[in-house]
């Protein structure tokens, strides 16, 4: 299944928020169009923007009208739209909410760790650096011993959680955050990168 026309992606290449939307867009093999958003000049503020997402946060989609903001509710609106086998998004229950749980954790101790630390090292914002880099490697410690023993967080296939967790992880060193220790990551990051069509986040 595929769209009419191409979804629109509003978004910044940078952004791990923006690349986990893409990332799917390309797994799906789904038409879309980047469009760029001048965080630095400030164009999220603005009314236009404002009119796609009153928060005023990348990434949105536009799907022929349908206009969705959010990462994670990309990832949900894609994966239901236009994945008929639910490969991504399971519909059998436990696994359905082992895919939200690994969601949860994207826009919880993710957000708040290796992708809060980046924001610091990288972009210049001001927070606890420290504390941001402590909660990543709290985070890695309990992912390489989920992902101990099994190719994707949830079984032997790829799923949302994979996309949700990836692309802040895959950048982790730029805040700061050593995946040295961590050899079950390091694995299944070479895993999702080796999936058809996939495309890093730019560094």
Do not use: C
Not at 74 to 79: Q, S, T
């Amino acid at each position: 299944m595929h769209p009419a026309q191409p979804i629109t992606l509003y978004g910044f290449k940078l952004s791990g928020h923006s690349h986990r939307a893409e990332l799917l867009l390309r797994l799906l093999g789904l038409p879309y169009a980047f469009q760029a958003v001048d965080l630095a000049g400030g164009e999220q503020r603005g009314a236009p923007f404002r009119a796609l997402n009153a928060f005023g946060t990348v990434p949105v989609i536009d799907d022929g009208g349908t206009v969705i903001a959010d990462s994670v509710a990309i990832l949900v609106y894609l994966a239901s739209r236009y994945d008929p086998a639910r490969i991504w998004l399971p519909t059998e229950a436990a696994r359905a909410a082992e895919v939200q749980r690994w969601l949860s954790v994207a826009q919880g101790p993710l957000a708040f760790g290796p992708a809060r630390a980046r924001l610091v090292q990288k972009f210049g914002a001001q927070h606890d650096l420290a504390a941001a880099q402590d909660l990543a490697h709290r985070l890695y410690q309990v992912l390489d011993a989920e992902l101990s023993g099994r190719a994707f967080l949830v079984g032997e296939r790829p799923s949302l959680a994979d996309v949700a967790l990836y692309s802040y992880t895959a950048v982790a060193p730029e805040g700061g955050v050593a995946l040295d220790p961590y050899p079950a990551i390091q694995a299944w990051l070479s895993r999702v990168e080796a999936l058809p069509r996939f495309e890093e986040m730019p560094r």
